[in-house]
C-alpha cells in the first residue's frame, strides 16, 4: 500500500513540478511568457484593489508573481512527493490564488463555446483542490501509534 500511496502522490504532484519547471526555463529576463499573460490579469485586480484602499497604494509585478508561483509549483509539489502536509498546502495556496484569475469562466456568456472550455479547466482546478483536501484529512485521520501502557499487576499479600 505505501508504495501506491508514493506512485500515487509523484503522479499527482507531476503536473506542478513540471508546469513549475517549464514556467522556470522560460523565465528569462522579462518573465517569459507566463509573466505576459500574467500581466492584464493582473492590472484588473490591481485596479479592483485601488477601488478598495486608494490609488496607487498597491503594485503587483507581473514577474515577481510569476517567480512566487514556480515557488509555490515547484515546492509544493516536491514536499508532497514526499508526503508533507505542507507542500499540499502550498499546493492549495497556488491552486485557489490562481484559479480564479487564470480561468474566469465568469467574464463569458453561459453557451458560448469558451465559457463552457473555460468552466471545464476551472472545475478541474476545484477538483486539484478537493484531492489536497482529501490528502490532508487522511493524513489527520491516520491514527498514530499509541505507546502500550504498561499494566501494573497488584501484588497479593
Known sequence: MGFFSFLGRV????IFILSAWQMFNEFGEDGGHAAK???????????????????????IDARTFVAALIFLKGLGGLLFVLGSSFGA?????????TTPLLHDFYNYKAGKPEFFRILHEFLQCAALVGALLFFLGMKNSITR??????IIKTKAA
Open 145 to 150: 501509534k499509541q505507546p502500550k501502557k504498561k
Open 37 to 59: 499573460e500574467w500581466a492584464p490579469k493582473l492590472a484588473l485586480v490591481k485596479k479592483h484593489i485601488d477601488g478598495i484602499i486608494g490609488k496607487n497604494n498597491f503594485h
Open 11 to 14: 503522479l499527482f504532484a507531476s
Open 89 to 97: 498546502h502550498l499546493l492549495i495556496y497556488y491552486l485557489i490564488l
